[in-house]
């Protein structure tokens, strides 16, 4: 089994920039598409981005498409977020969750993954 944890969540202001980072208190991320979701005030949950067990294959939203970056390090049991030129409507919880699936892509709506983190808060805000 998993335990996912997130972490790096705080308050930014427009144009900065933050690291999420997922790890777990038990178990290991090695074999796991890990995907990040999350959800703003008011609305339903969307995917941010993906990344195969291998890190060799991610894919993002369009709405973070060239300001976020996702990353593993299987040796060190990570998988990053860069969120750079923050916009104020990415204030949200963002989830790690993990997935023993093929990849062909990301989870778009999070129905079926395996294991979800608690959620960590991401505020944009002057």
């Known amino acids: 089994q998993l335990q996912l944890v997130e972490s790096g969540g705080g308050l930014v202001q427009p144009g900065g920039s933050l690291r999420l980072s997922c790890t777990t208190s038990s178990g290991t991320l090695d074999n796991y598409v890990i995907d990040w979701f999350r959800q703003a005030p008011g609305k339903e949950r969307e995917g941010v981005s993906c990344?195969?067990?291998?890190?060799?294959?991610?894919n993002y939203a369009d709405s973070v498409k060239g300001r976020f970056t996702i990353s593993r390090d299987n040796a060190k049991n990570t998988v990053d977020l860069q969120m750079s030129s923050l916009k104020p409507e990415d204030t949200a919880v963002y989830y790690c969750?993990?997935?023993?699936?093929?990849?062909?892509?990301?989870?778009?709506?999070?129905?079926?993954?395996?294991?979800w983190g608690k959620g960590i808060l991401v505020t944009v805000s002057s």
């Open positions: 990344i195969s067990s291998s890190g060799r294959s991610t």
């Open positions: 969750a993990a997935d023993l699936r093929p990849f062909f892509g990301c989870n778009w709506r999070g129905a079926g993954m395996d294991y």
